[in-house]
């Protein structure tokens, strides 16, 4: 008898459950942080997002999959970047690894290949002649990569990259930035599928902003 109420109580409050998580409230200081002073968006006219990684980072890893489907669910509206993070010169080398990446057209495959070298394969990406073999064995020319690697645009990004993580006064990685207002980390929201709950819910928060702003105008 008890074994079928305990049962039929966990039928009863599965769905309570559920709701109640769902309709939680994310608390600034709590859940997230304000950052101050606010740091200048692309596009003013759009909510920004910006995951802050590092492709040696385990946790960043195993939160690639979750941030790549939840991308798919963003509204026009939104955009996305990431931005590695350069605490030192083997980071410094990983930023640019990115970058070079993009600049060559090849970051959506490139992407996952190069968290796999150093999550799964145990390559420590810690020189330039690993990283263009990386590039090369998947299909980059030698001439291109070296190319990009070297260029300006690829070392301004990775400058902008450390300026933009000291600014949001990240202290380790994922860490995601919505609108260059808040600062999302593991610790306060508590899971990776927290960060983008509270995600969520601040994309909400400055989209209404952004149509109030509209609408006074």
């Known amino acids: 008898m008890l074994k079928r109420f305990l049962a039929l109580a966990l039928i009863v409050l599965a769905p309570l459950a559920i709701a109640a998580e769902d309709a939680q409230t994310w608390e600034e200081g709590t859940h997230y942080d304000l950052i101050t002073p606010v740091i200048r968006t692309a596009d003013p006219t759009k909510v920004e997002v910006v995951e802050f990684f590092w492709y040696g980072c385990g946790h960043c890893y195993t939160f690639e999959p979750l941030v790549s489907r939840w991308k798919e ?20 080398l990983h930023a640019a690894m990115y970058y070079t990446a993009d600049v060559l057209g090849v970051l959506d495959s490139m992407h996952t290949v190069m ?3 150093m ?19 998947n299909g980059v020319s030698a001439e291109d990569f ?13 400058r902008q990259a450390n300026s933009r993580a000291r600014a949001a006064k990240i202290t380790g990685t994922p860490e995601m930035m919505v609108n260059g207002k808040y600062r999302i980390s593991i610790r306060k929201a508590g899971s990776q599928a927290n960060m983008l709950k ?14 109030a702003s509209a609408g006074a105008s």
């Open 119 to 137: 999550n799964v394969d145990g390559k420590r990406l810690a020189s330039e002649a690993e990283i263009r073999k990386l590039f090369t064995d």
């Open 73 to 92: 669910t963003l509204g026009d509206d939104v955009t996305f970047q990431g931005s590695p993070a350069v605490w030192n010169k083997p980071m410094e």
């Open 115 to 117: 968290f796999q070298a």
């Open 146 to 158: 070296d190319k990009a690697f070297a260029s300006f645009g690829v070392s301004s990004q990775v």
């Open 198 to 211: 509270v995600a969520d819910f601040l994309i909400a928060k400055e989209r209404s902003a952004l149509a």
